[in-house]
């Protein structure tokens, strides 16, 4: 398996990342479709994109957007059967290694409770205070490149 890195633009990929997100996110989480799908998914050209396949079918997407000089990483989604193979590290790997090639200097992302050790081992360290998003706990987390 490898990651796919795209924007915006390219409709096939979004459609494939989408057919991962809205079963995690919206089916499985309870988010709503309209608070699953956001501007940096329709109109911003700067945000970045990821897909994973397994033998063509898409098992895992991500993104990150830029704030400045930080890439805010969201949207990692994993199917249920593929969970617990280190696609999720795959993924969040290469946008970190993206986010570094572009000239980002620093990665945040909002963990859920229930992630924090998972990004804890890929070197994200917690700030802030937690806060609730789509009556989801979340932990605010950065890595410094």
Do not use: W
């Amino acid at each position: 398996m490898r990651v796919e890195l795209f924007d915006v633009h390219d409709a096939e990929r979004m459609a494939a990342a989408f057919s991962v997100r809205v079963p995690v996110f919206v089916d499985e989480q309870h988010v709503p479709a309209e608070e699953e799908i956001d501007e940096h998914d329709r109109t911003d050209p700067d945000a970045r994109h990821a897909l994973v396949r397994d033998d063509g079918r898409p098992v895992a997407a991500g993104r990150y957007f830029r704030i400045g000089t930080t890439a805010q990483v969201g949207r990692m989604a994993v199917l249920a059967p593929y969970r617990g193979r280190r696609i999720g590290c795959l993924l969040l790997d290469a946008l970190v290694a993206d986010a570094r090639a572009r000239g980002f200097t620093r990665v945040a992302l909002n963990a859920q409770d229930h992630a924090v050790a998972f990004y804890a081992k890929a070197g994200f360290t917690p700030f802030g205070e937690t806060l609730v998003e789509c009556d989801i706990l979340h932990q605010p987390m950065e890595l410094v490149l």
